[in-house]
Nanobody
């Protein structure tokens, strides 16, 4: 089994910052690519940022210049640093990772999500 556990969400005022973490555990050899997605009430889930097994990253236009995705391979953890938060960033943020498992497969996993609420 592989688990992805997000943390770091919460309530913050507009202009503030949060750092989300996504820790992978269980039958994992390594994280390949990984990304953060978000879903606001009444809206479809959307990609926020993604990072490859190397250092390549891509961001949604809404996240460019404010959010930074990074990873710590030794900890099997992916981060999302969010600065200059806006009320429209309010959503449940979920981590997705393509993981190489100990049984030799590459599989995608989702975390349960963490709530981010930005007050105006």
């Amino acid at each position: 089994q592989v688990q992805l556990v997000e943390s770091g969400g919460g309530l913050v005022q507009a202009g503030g910052s949060l750092r989300l973490s996504c820790a992978a555990s269980g039958s994992i050899v390594s994280i390949n690519s990984a990304g953060w997605y978000r879903q606001a009430p009444g809206k479809q889930r959307e990609l926020v940022a993604r990072i490859t097994s190397g250092v390549s990253t891509n961001y949604a236009d809404s996240a460019k210049g404010r959010f930074t995705i990074s990873r710590d391979n030794a900890k099997n953890t992916v981060y999302l640093q969010m600065n200059s938060l806006k009320p429209e960033d309010t959503a449940v943020y979920c981590c997705n990772a393509d993981v190489t498992t100990t049984w030799g497969l590459l599989r995608g996993y989702w975390g349960q999500g963490t709530q981010v609420t930005v007050s105006s």
